[in-house]
C-alpha cells in the first residue's frame, strides 16, 4: 500500500520561504507524477502543482513565480518551496501521486503550514 | 482556468438516504472528472476518475455519471462512514482546478 507523508515546519515567517517534504513509502517514485494541493482555511483546494520522477514540472500560473518542486528518488521523495510568503498561503498543504488515469489516487494526510511573525 | 461549481454546499441526510451531489465546469471537460471524499486528520480518498469509474476497493453504492460540463455523484444509500466532505476536480487542463466541496452531515 502506497503512503505519502508530509514533513516539515508548521510555522514560517512572512517574506521566507516555505519548505515542505512528502516521503512516499510502499512503492517507488518512479513512473508517476507527483503533485503538491492545498486549502486555505475556509477557501477551496488549489493545485499548486506537480514533478514528473524525471523531473519535469508543471506549476499553476498563479504560482509559478515563487514556487519550485522537486525530486530526489534515491530517497523516494519530493520537495516544495514558495518563497516570499504571507498571510495567503497559510495553508493545510497535500502531496499527492497522479496514477495512469491522471487521478490522484494517493494522498497524505496533510500537513498546517501558518505564515506569521 | 476551468471553474468547478459544486450543489449543494453542504446537505442534511440520514443513514439509508439517496444522495446527489452535482458538479458543474465552467467548460467542456470530456470525462476528464475525479471526486474524492474528506475526513477530517486523514487523507483526502479518491472515489471515482474518468467521471463514472470506481475506485479499487470503493464501496459499489458510489457511482458517477455525467460528461461535458455536468457531472453527478451519487451515493445510493448513505452510511455511518459516509458522512464527510465531498470535492469533484477536473483534470482536462492546468492548471488542475477543484470544486468547494459538499459536506454531507447527519440530519
Known amino acids: 500500500q502506497v503512503q505519502l507523508q508530509e514533513s516539515g515546519p508548521g510555522l514560517v515567517k512572512p517574506s521566507e520561504t516555505l519548505s515542505l517534504s512528502c516521503t512516499v513509502s510502499g512503492g517507488t517514485i518512479s513512473s508517476y507524477y507527483w503533485s503538491w494541493i492545498r486549502q486555505p482555511p475556509g477557501k477551496g483546494l488549489e493545485w499548486i502543482g506537480y514533478i514528473y520522477y524525471s523531473g519535469s514540472t508543471n506549476y499553476n500560473p498563479s504560482l509559478k513565480s515563487r514556487v519550485t518542486i522537486s525530486v530526489d528518488t534515491s530517497k523516494n521523495q519530493f520537495s516544495l518551496k514558495l518563497s516570499s510568503v504571507t498571510a495567503a498561503d497559510t495553508a493545510v498543504y497535500y502531496c499527492a501521486r497522479e496514477n495512469t488515469a491522471l487521478a490522484l489516487d494517493y494522498w497524505g494526510q496533510g500537513t498546517l503550514v501558518t505564515v506569521s511573525s | 482556468d476551468i471553474q468547478m461549481t459544486q450543489s449543494p454546499s453542504t446537505l442534511s441526510a440520514s443513514v439509508g438516504d439517496r444522495v446527489t451531489i452535482t458538479c458543474r465546469a465552467s467548460?467542456?471537460?470530456?470525462?476528464?472528472l475525479a471526486w474524492y471524499q474528506r475526513k477530517p486528520g486523514k487523507a483526502p480518498k479518491l472515489l471515482i476518475y474518468?467521471?463514472?469509474t470506481l475506485e479499487s476497493g470503493v464501496p459499489s453504492r458510489f457511482s458517477g455519471s455525467g460528461s461535458g460540463t455536468e457531472f453527478t455523484l451519487t451515493i445510493s444509500s448513505l452510511q455511518p462512514d459516509d458522512f464527510a466532505t465531498y470535492y469533484c476536480?477536473?483534470?482536462?487542463?492546468?492548471?488542475?482546478?477543484f470544486g468547494q466541496g459538499t459536506k454531507v452531515e447527519i440530519k
Open positions: 467548460q467542456s471537460i470530456g470525462t476528464w
Open positions: 476536480q477536473q483534470y482536462n487542463n492546468y492548471p488542475r482546478t
Open positions: 474518468q467521471a463514472s
